[in-house]
């Protein structure tokens, strides 16, 4: 006789899930483990769930005006099957019980599997104690917090208010604040069972000024994650001085010159230029296709022996800060790159699978629509031992790129970046400002030529496109040079 | 997963229920599979089934609020819509939104195309297959990282208080084949192409696989250019896309908003050469997710932006029309602000040329294949570029592939030194255009 804790197949449609709908809690452990032993049962290797619930807000002002406010609500959950090295991912609005069942089943058939028959006993699935970090840090209450409508509104036309005040030759002004709060379950049939709130926020300024035939556009974006007071506590003043000094300064920029030049990036946002040439090539999601000039050099020189890098996420709320990742794993810190030797990739479940690297808690996705990935958290280049005097002094003619804006890498490793603020460097001294700079180049080359790191680590606010979707990181790194960079202009 | 009439029958029942009697809603169905396949085997599989709806709630001040849910159960309607009350509160008094007043005009004639959706193992089978054949095709070809294949039925809709209704639906199939060729030696070359078809038994995925052949191939014979100013030849895919970057230009949003490089006295002026024309033609058979209505429940209709090089019209939602003076052009989405996009550009010259300019025989030319990293290298709002591209010199009947390069300028003079135009348009999944050739442009070569 079979054990009688052991369920079968044939009760299920008798089965009835009480799981608490406002809230993912330990009552989702029942329906949850059955579904996943169905799909163990099947012949499925590994099932994990994904749900997901989001209360998010935006928010624009324009000029004195409030233009648009956008609230909105999402409810979603996604299955993963593993089955060897294969895999495949379904999702869903519909989280009831028979919803759920349903995508499994779908992801099932797509595998070649199909859920047992009536009389097959489904295994139990032994899912961990309960890791609520929501619990643990008190995140419940954080929504609740938040500034409410009428603030926001309020906060965004102060600090337009104060722009206007300071820039010249305004033709726009904008403000505009989102909040991301976002609750997530992941429960998987090797036991893994977390719960996690996260409440994301950025606001910022865009400023368009004209003069004639001179135009310069300046955008600046602060960010955070888990502090509910964030936008009550936004220093507008200093962002509005410095986005209306960074617009004064391009608005009569000269058009840079195009050619190869030593370059000083500066802190902060600079740091994209790391996450664009090295970052994304370190992602496990990259070696899988061999896709990166990388994937066997761990161990070896792979930049500039001044150049140790890391991703993490742990560091107080920071942009790429989490608790848990998308796969709930907690987040390490990763030592990337160490004097130039390659020392770990960012390593997501699937990636474990496929390439043996160990897991890094890197499994991250945008939304519930999406399987995880392996992807960057908080990035950055470790303060070196020059001064800015130094790196400064080296160079006769070069180009400091104050401002970054985004960029790109490809399956080949050549990265771009485009620059919102830059000045020619001559003799040692920041002179002239320049516009319309693009940096392009070969991710193996530049690593090798980042010869000259500062000590001022400092840390910015991103958005990161991949195969998991738009996700939320920081980028970061001191000033530092770039011995030789083609930098394309007109 | 509720159906259309479901969704319309419970908004009204619960509006009514909380006292609104004034509202819109504008959502979508989408029911689709993809896969990727490396090296032989599937390397990703995804499907969903997912609905979305927006909706829009005056309050007795006419003022609007907005709220976004995936939540399409009676409690997620009835949150959606109590949100979206509340947030009329802070709505805008001064050029409110309102209904469109195209909202229940007919929509003329229109094909609905639902194809059924393959099995999802009919989806593998058939990328491997072009893996397999890509691979195949030369011997550089080494990989073929980046495919995909993928099927979607789209169904959408929108509502109104007054009894505006409408709904159409859609499917479509998506081919992507982006293979990396290597030769001894010598450094990787990545490119690719793409198709869209109305079903998998359309899609060309034998003309894509060809393509992201000859492409990538074509790349083997690369070199460094030299940094200077070129005549250029944009691609129908490239010039798609550096239009579609500067879009604000005819956008009456992005004007009423000072986000333009266009002010609304803009009508009437040359722009461009008198070679150019450029319209926006939603419903042009090669746009296989045409719209028939837009966000506002306004009908599409194929809009003249630019004639002659004179810039003709700007694209409108229901509020910038009436703001503006003009009527709605179809180009609306829905939101707590409406905002305008473009459907479908196409690009063809005023007149047939009265020569005939041939990339065969062109001399120290840059042939642009595809601009990457516009997110990043265009500044729309101050009408300059700085962008990575793929393409070719073309120099005594050869084509040599640029090694690693930029090509920058100013749009609005890219635009007036346009010397020539193809009489020959190529249909693109993202719009039509021929081959266009411009003065000169600034080149960086890595």
Same mark, same amino acid.
């Given at each position: 006789?079979?054990?009688? &804790?052991?369920?079968?197949?044939?009760?299920?449609?008798?089965?009835?899930?009480?799981?608490?709908?406002?809230?993912?809690?330990?009552?989702?452990?029942?329906?949850? $483990?059955?579904?996943?032993?169905? %799909?163990?049962?099947?012949?499925?290797?590994?099932?994990?769930?994904? *749900?997901?619930? &989001?209360?998010?807000?935006?928010?624009?002002?324009?000029?004195?005006?409030?233009? !648009?406010?956008?609230?909105?609500? &999402?409810?979603?959950?996604?299955?993963?099957?593993?089955?060897?090295?294969?895999?495949?991912?379904?999702?869903?609005?519909?989280?009831?019980?028979?919803?759920?069942?349903?995508?499994?089943?779908?992801? *099932?058939?797509? *595998?070649?599997?199909?859920?047992?028959?009536?009389?097959?006993?489904?295994?139990?699935?032994?899912?961990?104690?309960?890791?609520?970090?929501?619990?643990?840090?008190?995140?419940?209450?954080?929504?609740?917090?938040?500034?409410?409508?009428?603030?926001?509104?309020?906060?965004?036309? $102060?600090?337009? $208010?104060?722009?206007?005040?300071?820039?010249?030759?305004?033709?726009?002004?904008?403000?505009?604040?989102?909040?991301?709060?976002?609750?997530?379950?992941?429960?998987?049939?090797?036991?893994?069972?977390?719960?996690?709130?996260?409440?994301?926020?950025?606001?910022?300024?865009?400023?368009?000024?004209? /003069?004639?035939?001179?135009?310069?556009?300046?955008?600046?974006?602060? %960010?955070?994650?888990?502090?509910?007071?964030?936008?009550?506590?936004? $220093?507008?003043?200093?962002?509005?001085?410095?986005?209306?000094?960074?617009?004064?300064?391009?608005?009569?920029?000269?058009?840079?010159?195009?050619?190869?030049?030593?370059?000083?990036?500066?802190?902060?946002?600079?740091?994209?230029?790391?996450?664009?040439?090295?970052?994304?090539?370190?992602?496990?999601?990259?070696?899988?296709?061999?896709?990166?000039?990388?994937? /066997?050099?761990?161990?070896?020189?792979?930049?500039?022996?001044?150049?140790?890098?890391?991703?993490?996420?742990?560091? /107080?709320?920071?942009?790429?800060?989490?608790?848990?990742?998308?796969?709930?794993?907690?987040?390490?810190?990763?030592?990337?790159?160490?004097?130039?030797?390659?020392?770990?990739?960012?390593?997501?479940?699937?990636?474990?699978?496929?390439?043996?690297?160990?897991? #890094?808690?890197?499994?991250?996705?945008?939304?519930?629509?999406?399987?995880?990935?392996?992807?960057?958290?908080? &990035?950055?280049?470790?303060?070196?031992?020059?001064?800015?005097?130094?790196?400064? #002094?080296?160079?006769?003619?070069?180009?400091?790129?104050?401002?970054?804006?985004?960029?790109?890498?490809?399956?080949?490793?050549?990265?771009?970046?485009?620059?919102?603020?830059?000045?020619?460097?001559?003799?040692?001294?920041?002179?002239?400002?320049?516009?319309?700079?693009?940096?392009?180049?070969?991710?193996?080359?530049?690593?090798?030529?980042?010869?000259?790191?500062?000590?001022?680590?400092?840390?910015?606010?991103?958005?990161?496109? !991949?195969?998991?979707?738009?996700?939320?990181?920081?980028?970061?790194?001191?000033?530092?040079?770039?011995? %030789?960079?083609?930098? %394309?202009?007109? | 997963?509720?159906?259309?009439?479901?969704?319309?029958?419970?908004?009204?029942?619960?509006?009514?229920?909380?006292?609104?009697?004034?509202?819109?809603?504008?959502?979508?169905?989408?029911?689709?599979?993809?896969?990727?396949?490396?090296?032989?085997?599937?390397?990703?599989?995804?499907?969903?089934?997912?609905?979305?709806?927006?909706?829009?709630?005056?309050?007795?001040?006419?003022?609007?609020?907005?709220?976004?849910?995936?939540?399409?159960?009676?409690?997620?309607?009835?949150?959606?819509?109590?949100?979206?009350?509340?947030?009329?509160?802070?709505?805008?008094?001064?050029?409110?939104?309102?209904?469109?007043?195209?909202?229940?005009?007919?929509?003329?004639?229109?094909?609905?195309?639902?194809?059924?959706?393959?099995?999802?193992?009919?989806?593998?089978?058939?990328?491997?297959?072009?893996?397999?054949?890509?691979?195949?095709?030369?011997?550089?070809?080494?990989?073929?990282?980046?495919?995909?294949?993928?099927?979607?039925?789209?169904?959408?809709?929108?509502?109104?208080?007054?009894?505006?209704?409408?709904?159409?639906?859609?499917?479509?199939?998506?081919?992507?084949?982006?293979?990396?060729?290597?030769?001894?030696?010598?450094?990787?070359?990545?490119?690719?192409?793409?198709?869209?078809?109305?079903?998998?038994?359309?899609?060309?995925?034998?003309?894509?696989?060809?393509?992201?052949?000859?492409?990538?191939?074509?790349?083997?014979?690369?070199?460094?250019?030299?940094?200077?100013?070129?005549?250029?030849?944009?691609?129908?895919?490239?010039?798609?896309?550096?239009?579609?970057?500067?879009?604000?230009?005819?956008?009456?949003?992005?004007?009423?908003?000072?986000?333009?490089?266009?002010?609304?006295?803009?009508?009437?002026?040359?722009?461009?050469?008198?070679?150019?024309?450029?319209?926006?033609?939603?419903?042009?058979?090669?746009?296989?997710?045409?719209?028939?209505?837009?966000?506002?429940?306004?009908?599409?209709?194929?809009?003249?932006?630019?004639?002659?090089?004179?810039?003709?019209?700007?694209?409108?939602?229901?509020?910038?029309?009436?703001?503006?003076?003009?009527?709605?052009?179809?180009?609306?989405?829905?939101?707590?602000?409406?905002?305008?996009?473009?459907?479908?550009?196409?690009?063809?010259?005023?007149?047939?040329?009265?020569?005939?300019?041939?990339?065969?025989?062109?001399?120290?030319?840059?042939?642009?294949?595809?601009?990457?990293?516009?997110?990043?290298?265009?500044?729309?709002?101050?009408?300059?570029?700085?962008?990575?591209?793929?393409?070719?010199?073309?120099?005594?009947?050869?084509?040599?592939?640029?090694?690693?390069?930029?090509?920058?300028?100013?749009?609005?003079?890219?635009?007036?030194?346009?010397?020539?135009?193809?009489?020959?348009?190529?249909?693109?999944?993202?719009?039509?255009?021929?081959?266009?050739?411009?003065?000169?442009?600034?080149?960086?070569?890595?």
């Amino acid at each position: 006789m079979p054990p009688l &804790t052991l369920l079968r197949s044939q009760e299920l449609p008798h089965l009835t899930y009480a799981a608490t709908p406002e809230r993912f809690d330990e009552t989702w452990a029942a329906p949850l $483990a059955t579904l996943m032993g169905l %799909g163990r049962a099947a012949g499925a290797d590994l099932v994990e769930f994904f *749900l997901e619930r &989001t209360n998010y807000i935006n928010c624009l002002a324009e000029d004195d005006t409030i233009t !648009s406010i956008t609230p909105s609500l &999402t409810i979603g959950a996604g299955v993963r099957i593993f089955k060897g090295k294969a895999d495949c991912y379904v999702s869903t609005n519909d989280l009831s019980f028979t919803g759920l069942k349903k995508i499994l089943e779908k992801a *099932l058939s797509i *595998l070649g599997l199909s859920l047992p028959t009536g009389s097959a006993f489904i295994p139990e699935i032994n899912l961990e104690l309960f890791r609520d970090y929501a619990d643990r840090k008190q995140k419940d209450f954080w929504l609740g917090q938040t500034s409410p409508m009428a603030e926001i509104g309020q906060v965004l036309l $102060a600090a337009n $208010a104060d722009i206007a005040t300071k820039a010249k030759h305004i033709q726009s002004r904008r403000a505009a604040y989102f909040r991301d709060w976002q609750e997530v379950l992941v429960a998987a049939s090797d036991g893994v069972f977390a719960r996690d709130i996260r409440l994301t926020q950025s606001v910022g300024y865009s400023l368009l000024c004209t /003069d004639g035939d001179h135009r310069a556009s300046i955008n600046k974006r602060v %960010g955070d994650t888990g502090n509910p007071q964030f936008l009550q506590n936004w $220093a507008y003043q200093a962002d509005a001085d410095e986005v209306s000094e960074s617009a004064g300064q391009m608005l009569y920029a000269d058009y840079v010159e195009s050619g190869n030049y030593p370059v000083v990036m500066a802190n902060s946002f600079g740091g994209v230029i790391f996450h664009e040439a090295c970052g994304h090539l370190l992602e496990t999601s990259q070696i899988e296709t061999n896709s990166t000039p990388f994937i /066997d050099k761990k161990g070896q020189q792979i930049a500039h022996e001044n150049l140790t890098a890391w991703d993490e996420g742990l560091s /107080d709320q920071e942009f790429g800060t989490i608790d848990m990742d998308d796969e709930g794993m907690p987040p390490q810190r990763t030592l990337l790159i160490e004097r130039g030797i390659l020392k770990n990739f960012i390593v997501d479940r699937a990636g474990w699978i496929r390439t043996g690297h160990p897991r #890094t808690g890197s499994g991250r996705r945008q939304n519930y629509t999406f399987p995880a990935a392996s992807r960057m958290r908080n &990035t950055y280049i470790a303060p070196g031992d020059y001064s800015l005097d130094q790196i400064f #002094t080296s160079i006769d003619k070069g180009i400091y790129c104050k401002k970054m804006g985004g960029g790109s890498v490809d399956g080949i490793g050549r990265f771009n970046f485009g620059v919102d603020e830059a000045y020619l460097i001559e003799n040692g001294k920041i002179t002239k400002p320049l516009k319309g700079a693009t940096l392009i180049g070969d991710a193996q080359e530049i690593m090798n030529k980042i010869s000259m790191c500062s000590q001022d680590l400092a840390l910015a606010p991103g958005f990161c496109g !991949s195969i998991s979707g738009s996700i939320y990181v920081t980028v970061g790194q001191p000033h530092l040079k770039v011995d %030789g960079i083609t930098v %394309g202009g007109r | 997963m509720p159906d259309v009439k479901q969704l319309t029958d419970l908004t009204h029942t619960q509006a009514k229920e909380l006292g609104i009697s004034k509202f819109d809603l504008y959502g979508s169905i989408t029911d689709s599979n993809s896969v990727r396949v490396y090296q032989g085997e599937p390397k990703q599989i995804k499907a969903s089934q997912r609905a979305s709806v927006i909706v829009r709630v005056w309050n007795q001040d006419q003022q609007v609020g907005v709220a976004t849910t995936t939540d399409l159960t009676e409690s997620g309607l009835q949150t959606a819509l109590q949100t979206a009350r509340d947030a009329s509160n802070f709505g805008i008094r001064e050029n409110a939104p309102d209904f469109s007043p195209e909202a229940q005009a007919p929509l003329g004639d229109f094909v609905e195309e639902v194809a059924p959706q393959a099995p999802v193992g009919i989806l593998i089978e058939r990328l491997l297959e072009a893996e397999k054949e890509l691979l195949s095709a030369h011997p550089a070809i080494a990989d073929v990282p980046h495919n995909g294949l993928s099927q979607s039925d789209v169904e959408r809709f929108y509502i109104n208080s007054d009894g505006a209704s409408r709904a159409q639906s859609n499917s479509y199939s998506m081919v992507y084949l982006y293979a990396k060729a290597e030769e001894p030696g010598r450094k990787p070359r990545e490119s690719g192409a793409y198709k869209i078809g109305r079903s998998l038994e359309s899609l060309d995925i034998a003309g894509c696989l060809q393509e992201a052949a000859e492409k990538v191939v074509s790349h083997l014979n690369y070199a460094r250019v030299t940094s200077g100013k070129y005549p250029v030849v944009f691609s129908p895919e490239a010039f798609l896309n550096i239009v579609g970057a500067f879009a604000n230009i005819w956008n009456a949003q992005n004007i009423l908003d000072n986000q333009s490089l266009s002010t609304a006295e803009s009508l009437g002026q040359a722009i461009a050469s008198p070679l150019l024309s450029l319209c926006d033609d939603p419903r042009h058979p090669a746009n296989l997710g045409a719209d028939v209505f837009d966000e506002e429940g306004t009908p599409t209709r194929r809009i003249d932006i630019i004639k002659q090089g004179v810039l003709n019209s700007f694209l409108h939602s229901s509020v910038t029309a009436k703001r503006l003076g003009a009527t709605p052009t179809g180009n609306g989405n829905i939101g707590a602000k409406v905002s305008v996009s473009p459907h479908f550009y196409h690009i063809y010259p005023s007149t047939p040329p009265s020569s005939t300019l041939s990339l065969e025989k062109a001399e120290n030319v840059i042939l642009i294949d595809d601009l990457h990293a516009l997110h990043a290298g265009v500044k729309s709002l101050q009408g300059s570029f700085s962008l990575p591209f793929d393409g070719w010199l073309l120099k005594g009947g050869e084509r040599v592939s640029v090694e690693s390069a930029t090509i920058a300028g100013d749009f609005r003079e890219l635009l007036k030194t346009i010397t020539y135009i193809d009489a020959q348009v190529k249909e693109t999944p993202n719009g039509v255009s021929p081959h266009v050739w411009v003065e000169s442009l600034a080149i960086t070569g890595n």
